[in-house]
């Protein structure tokens, strides 16, 4: 994945709480072998609605999504995740996100910023007013920050996080890091045991 330091851009408001995986991107679209053109299916049933909010100009290229509260809900799906970031999303603000919803974004690069209740509802009131308001999310201070909205919050972030995104480190690279030891234990395993490969 792409090292995520910094997501500046325009956001979507999103004004809906306990939005589920199955919304995020309905099961229809989970035949896909490929992790990408999940896009188009992003917010699926809603889009048919024309005065949904991602069908709206004035939010086209937004970079942020803010969301009510408890977003992610529903199943375990990385579809969800795959979606948000295929439609162009690179950081997703909410006062409460999912556990697995939040582990999936991060192993993406996908940042998930999470804000208190006041700070939530705040933005989807000021994102919502002015379209061409710029958010801010700094992943190595983990602030977030609308200064034309007078915004200006904090949000957590484990370290071990932190430093994935900041490197963009997947899982894959994560492992490659110890190549070296790897194969040395390669070289000596015992031969009864099955061949990784």
Not at 26 to 34: D, I, N, S, T, Y
Not at 60 to 82: C, D, I
Not at 98 to 103: G, L
Request: charged share 25%; proline share 7%.
């Amino acid at each position: 994945m792409e090292p995520r330091r910094v997501v500046s851009g325009t956001a979507v408001p999103l004004d809906r709480s306990d939005v589920d995986t199955d919304q995020i991107i309905p099961a229809q679209w989970l035949k896909r072998v490929e992790r990408t053109g999940f896009g188009a299916g992003l917010f699926a049933a809603w889009r048919d609605d024309p005065t949904f909010v991602l069908n709206q100009p004035c939010y086209a290229g937004a970079t942020v999504l803010v969301a009510g509260p408890n977003f992610g809900t529903g199943s375990s799906r990385e579809h969800a995740v795959w979606a948000l970031e295929d439609h162009g999303f690179q950081a997703v603000v909410s006062p409460r996100f999912a556990d697995i919803f939040r582990t999936n974004c991060t192993k993406v690069g996908l940042v998930p910023v999470e804000v208190d209740a006041g700070t939530g509802a705040a933005l989807l009131r000021a994102v919502a007013a002015d379209p061409g308001l710029v958010l801010t999310v700094d992943i190595a201070r983990r602030t977030l920050s609308a200064p034309g909205a007078g915004i200006q919050a904090d949000f957590p972030l484990d370290d071990f996080t932190r430093h994935r995104l900041l490197e963009g480190l997947d899982d894959v690279d994560l492992t490659l890091r110890h190549a070296e030891a790897i194969d040395a234990y390669e070289r000596i395993r015992p031969v009864w045991l099955p061949v990784s490969r």
